[in-house]
């Protein structure tokens, strides 16, 4: 190689560029355009919240268009919705976001070298989603006192039922994303937030299922969190605790978590099988 040519390559290294190149920027958006082609999950995310908010809020202001005196005859009823889903928001991020941890730090491949099960990572994914939860949801709900004078823990005892059913379908949507991110890779990690709030305009959250139309009110009575939102609403409206409500949330969620447990233990065996477990991190 020439000194002149030395001497030139040196300059573009290390010269600071002052024009604009159209082709660099071409350049660049293409490295994103390519990473989106080949990626579904972040595809789907770029119409997805737009299109979840529009969903909920549409079906929140058609509900109270019609009921406007509805927040006043039970006070506290949106305050103690927002912390209930929160509590479900958090329990499927206690499970997702610590395994797809372990993957960013290739570290699956050294968990199971060790004598751990895929029941007993499960069970502790669960339990570290009840601390989590826990850690989260609690400083919010002594602070909804003196801010909006709403203390949620008048719920008494159906608090623990409505806590412990949200937790539960919570870590099944969390073990369900973390069966799809073994499958898909880490292209899919957007799945631990988009999953959750798919479901939010079908769970009854800040409305009954009542507002929803006829056909959708089957879908969102399939799932447990629209039957202990509705039982939330009934202690506050009436005083009355829903055993109805209560059971079928409990079914509805021993169902769930042992499809979506089967479902995981499926993605794990297939993951051994391809060699993900090696390949998949940060």
Same mark, same amino acid.
């Given at each position: 190689?020439?000194?002149? #040519?030395?001497?030139?390559?040196? $300059?573009?290294?290390?010269?600071?560029?002052?024009?604009?190149?159209?082709? &660099?920027?071409?350049?660049?958006?293409? &490295?994103? =355009?390519?990473?989106?082609?080949?990626?579904?999950? &972040?595809?789907?995310?770029?119409?997805?919240?737009? =299109?979840?908010?529009?969903?909920?809020?549409?079906?929140?202001?058609? +509900? +109270?268009?019609?009921?406007?005196?509805?927040?006043?005859? @039970?006070?506290?009823?949106?305050?103690?919705?927002?912390?209930?889903?929160?509590?479900? +928001?958090?329990?499927?991020?206690?499970? %997702?976001?610590?395994?797809?941890?372990?993957?960013?730090?290739?570290?699956?491949?050294?968990?199971? *070298?060790?004598?751990?099960?895929?029941?007993?990572?499960?069970? @502790?994914?669960?339990?570290?989603?009840?601390?989590?939860?826990?850690?989260?949801?609690?400083?919010?709900?002594?602070?909804?006192?003196?801010?909006?004078?709403?203390?949620?823990?008048?719920?008494?005892?159906?608090?623990?039922?409505?806590?412990?059913? =949200?937790?539960?379908?919570? $870590?099944?949507?969390?073990?369900?994303?973390?069966?799809?991110?073994? !499958?898909?890779?880490?292209?899919?990690?957007?799945?631990?937030?988009?999953?959750?709030?798919?479901?939010?305009?079908?769970? @009854?959250?800040?409305?009954?299922?009542?507002?929803?139309?006829?056909?959708?009110?089957?879908?969102?009575? $399939?799932?447990? %969190?629209? #039957?202990?939102?509705?039982?939330? !609403?009934? *202690?506050?409206?009436?005083?009355? +605790?829903?055993?109805? #409500?209560?059971?079928?949330?409990?079914?509805?969620?021993?169902?769930?978590?042992?499809?979506?447990?089967?479902?995981?233990?499926?993605?794990?065996?297939?993951?051994?099988?391809?060699?993900?477990?090696? $390949?998949?991190?940060?």
């Amino acid at each position: 190689m020439s000194p002149e #040519h030395q001497h030139q390559i040196h $300059s573009d290294v290390c010269m600071p560029q002052t024009a604009f190149s159209a082709r &660099r920027i071409l350049a660049v958006m293409l &490295r994103h =355009l390519y990473v989106l082609r080949r990626s579904w999950p &972040r595809l789907l995310e770029l119409a997805y919240w737009p =299109l979840i908010q529009m969903i909920l809020w549409g079906f929140v202001t058609k +509900f +109270f268009m019609g009921h406007s005196s509805w927040v006043a005859e @039970a006070a506290g009823v949106l305050i103690s919705a927002v912390l209930l889903w929160d509590v479900l +928001f958090r329990a499927n991020l206690g499970v %997702s976001l610590p395994f797809i941890e372990e993957m960013w730090s290739r570290n699956l491949a050294q968990l199971f *070298v060790s004598p751990l099960r895929d029941a007993e990572l499960i069970t @502790a994914l669960i339990l570290m989603s009840l601390v989590r939860t826990l850690i989260s949801v609690t400083p919010a709900a002594f602070l909804a006192m003196p801010l909006y004078d709403v203390w949620v823990f008048e719920l008494g005892i159906p608090l623990i039922a409505f806590f412990a059913n =949200l937790l539960v379908f919570g $870590s099944i949507i969390g073990i369900t994303v973390a069966g799809l991110i073994l !499958r898909f890779g880490l292209g899919a990690e957007s799945l631990c937030w988009l999953g959750i709030f798919l479901l939010a305009p079908i769970s @009854a959250i800040y409305y009954p299922v009542d507002a929803l139309p006829q056909w959708l009110q089957w879908v969102a009575l $399939s799932l447990p %969190s629209a #039957h202990t939102f509705e039982g939330m !609403r009934q *202690v506050l409206f009436e005083g009355t +605790f829903s055993w109805m #409500h209560f059971a079928w949330a409990v079914g509805l969620n021993a169902v769930l978590l042992s499809s979506a447990t089967a479902f995981f233990l499926y993605m794990m065996k297939q993951a051994r099988i391809k060699g993900l477990l090696m $390949s998949q991190g940060e």
